[in-house]
Structures are given as structure tokens and as C-alpha cells.
């Protein structure tokens, strides 16, 4: 029996986007869109909810990595892609969406709404990817 390595998601990249965090960045990495939006609007439950998580970043990974499939498209490219480059569509074509991608390109991520949109169902896009490579 053999074992597929399940590392989805880095530590690394977590708490890189900690760095961000009271805007809700790593939250959205991790899976958690709802708690993501909640430090978006609150700045990190007032920068609490954004110290605590300094430790909490560890389980939450382990969580994504059993969480969502693994597989070539890389989930820390493109949440990197997303995050700083997202309005320009660039995360979409990475993902081999290049309609979307240029759409986002010429009209700022689709106005904004289709960043936020996936910010919410990044890790699920790329997750059901992979899932058709095997």
C-alpha cells in the first residue's frame, strides 16, 4: 500500500500571510471563509483574534492538508498569485482559467466581487483540480 503525501498547504505561507492577517488572509489560506470575512471587517477581532492565531497556524494547517486534495496545481502558488496579484486575474490563469483570468485583467478582478468570491472558493477550485488529475 503506498502513501500519497498530503502537504497541501505551508506553514511558511501561513504565516506569511499572517503578516496580513487582520485583514483575514491566512484564514481564507486555511479554508475558514466565514472566520476570514469576520477579520476582515473587525481588523482581527480588534488584532486579538489575529495574535492568538500566531499559534493556532499550525493546526490549521494540518487541517487543510487533510482537508483538500493534493495534486499539481500548487495551493501556495496560487493563494500567492490571489492575494498580491488577484485583480489582474493572474491566479486564474495559473489554474488554466484564462477566460476568467483575462475578464479579471480588463475589469479588476471582475470589479473586486470575483476576488472576494475567491478568496472564498480558492482552496475548493483547486482542490476539485487536482482531484481530475489522478
Not at 482559467?97 to 478568496?119: H, N
Amino acid at each position: 500500500m503506498t502513501t500519497l503525501t498530503r502537504d497541501t498547504h505551508s506553514k511558511l505561507i501561513g504565516y506569511l500571510l499572517w503578516i496580513f492577517g487582520f485583514l483575514g488572509a491566512h484564514r481564507f489560506y486555511y479554508g475558514r471563509p466565514v472566520t476570514g470575512t469576520l477579520w476582515f471587517f473587525t481588523l482581527g477581532l480588534l488584532g486579538i483574534g489575529w495574535l492568538i492565531d500566531l499559534f493556532l497556524i499550525p493546526g490549521m494547517d494540518r487541517e487543510a492538508d487533510l482537508r483538500f486534495n493534493s495534486g499539481r496545481t500548487s495551493y501556495n502558488v496560487a493563494w500567492i498569485l490571489l492575494t498580491f496579484l488577484g485583480v489582474f486575474g493572474v491566479h486564474r490563469m495559473y489554474m488554466g482559467k484564462w477566460f476568467t483570468g483575462i475578464l479579471y485583467l480588463c475589469t479588476g478582478g471582475f470589479f473586486l466581487i470575483g476576488v472576494l468570491y475567491d478568496f472564498w472558493t480558492l482552496n475548493d477550485q483547486i482542490s476539485i483540480r487536482n482531484a481530475w488529475r489522478f
